[in-house]
């Protein structure tokens, strides 16, 4: 099959298997070239674990470290009509590239909300690894959740809490800025939300492992947060996505607490506005991200994905100096985004930026890039016209 790109709105309803396989290698590429491998994880399970920072977070461990890694994810496989999601075919890279160097890599497809899943891991776990997992990562990033005890089907949404909003954004497809007004929510809503993006099922993940003898001593367990500038605030900080993660960092203090006893920490990190499939839902948010893109690139500040996660690990998890937190205990790989200068030149751009010189004064572009990028659009030596197998199976699971 020859695969096009079908963006609609939001996302792209097909992924190119080859981009994404040379967007992993790439990744691949910079944790070899940037990790001076020291004390790191041995056995790391990622919840979320096929695109976004939840990739970066394996491809780190796996190729930073030798860590054995198991992933769980929720994605597509290909059907006679349509390709596979972009986190399949991820997958299925990353697989194949560990599988290649003698790493362990092994992953679960299915719901992690799910307590079906939570006992997959475990019987995998047991069965496959002579001992514990010392580092789980939280990543997951879900418009819903069915609730495994209640059997509640809960939806979460991106409004504000008290006030309606109006502010810019982008339509990033016209390169139209407009202004959209964002609805508060109501109670219900911001219940369900926090159920969905909150720390409960990361809770619950520790908890089932830690029932099951799983979690090593000095087990560290990370979940990612995003803080972000006053301006997006009502949508993000103080909206109801933001009470969500307000509730995550609550449940890291009580994770943090019940694993005291046997050195075990839980750490929230304040990671950076990125490109990702779950960003680019959110209102005004991608306008301010080609903005950013636009300052942080010009100052030579700009990171990907796999640039923070490969900080988070050799500057604050498994550095041999003390783990500085910020104030509020979080761990600050946004330092850069929120440096002040960087900040008040996104603030001045952000009153000028209209249609006409969205192309100029933002990079639209760069944001376009890395959104087709995501699906294994636009990259570089992929040749677009060839045939190509959509069927690629995940090398763990070939007999
Ligand atoms: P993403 O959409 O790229 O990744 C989400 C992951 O969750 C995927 O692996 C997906 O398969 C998995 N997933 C979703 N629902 C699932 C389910 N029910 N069962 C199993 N797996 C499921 O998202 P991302 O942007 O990498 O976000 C990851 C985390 O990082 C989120 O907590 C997000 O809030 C946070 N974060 C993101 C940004 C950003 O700008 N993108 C910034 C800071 C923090």
């Not at 999601?85 to 890279?93: E, K």
Request: hydrophobic residues 35%.
């Amino acid at each position: 099959m020859i695969v096009k790109p079908k963006i609609r709105g939001f996302i792209c309803a097909t992924s190119h298997p080859e981009g994404c396989r040379q967007n992993v290698l790439e990744q691949i590429k910079y944790i070899k070239k940037n990790s001076s491998v020291s004390t790191g994880p041995k056995k790391v399970l990622i919840i979320g674990a096929s695109t976004g920072y939840g990739l970066a977070s394996r491809i780190t461990a796996a190729f930073g470290y030798g860590a054995k890694t198991i992933g769980i994810f929720f994605e597509k496989e290909a059907s006679d009509q349509r390709t596979a999601s972009a986190g399949w075919y991820n997958s299925a890279a990353f697989e194949e590239a560990a599988i290649a160097e003698g790493l362990y890599a092994k992953s679960i497809n299915g719901d992690a909300f799910s307590n079906e899943i939570k006992q997959q891991t475990i019987d995998l776990i047991k069965n496959d690894w002579d001992g514990e997992v010392d580092l789980v990562i939280y990543s997951l990033a879900s418009p819903r959740r069915v609730h495994p005890e209640t059997g509640e089907d809960l939806r979460s949404v991106l409004k504000t809490l008290g006030n309606t909003y109006t502010n810019k954004t982008v339509n990033i497809s016209s390169g139209e800025v407009s202004e959209i007004t964002v609805e508060p929510a109501n109670e219900e809503e911001t219940r369900q939300t926090e159920a969905v993006m909150g720390g409960e099922d990361w809770a619950m993940w520790i908890d089932a492992l830690s029932k099951a003898r799983l979690l090593a001593d000095h087990v560290k367990t990370v979940a990612y947060t995003y803080i972000g500038p006053e301006l997006t605030y009502p949508v993000y900080r103080e909206g109801t996505i933001g009470k969500a993660k307000l509730h995550l960092e609550k449940t890291a203090r009580e994770i943090g607490t019940r694993l005291k006893h046997t050195g075990g920490h839980a750490y929230i990190s304040v990671n950076k506005a990125l490109v990702t499939q779950a960003s680019a839902a959110i209102p005004v948010v991608p306008l301010y991200i080609s903005l950013l893109y636009k300052v942080m690139k010009a100052k030579g500040l700009h990171e990907g994905c796999i640039e923070q996660i490969q900080r988070l690990y050799a500057d604050f998890l498994y550095s041999t100096d003390e783990l500085l937190t910020d104030k509020n205990g979080l761990i600050r790989l946004d330092d850069k985004e929120m440096r002040l200068d960087v900040q008040k030149t996104v603030a001045d751009l952000w009153k000028k930026v209209n249609t006409e010189n969205l192309s100029d004064i933002s990079d639209i572009s760069g944001y376009r890039h890395e959104f087709s990028k995501l699906f294994g659009f636009e990259v570089d030596g992929v040749d677009y016209g060839k045939e190509i197998n959509i069927f690629v199976s995940l090398p763990s699971k070939r007999q």
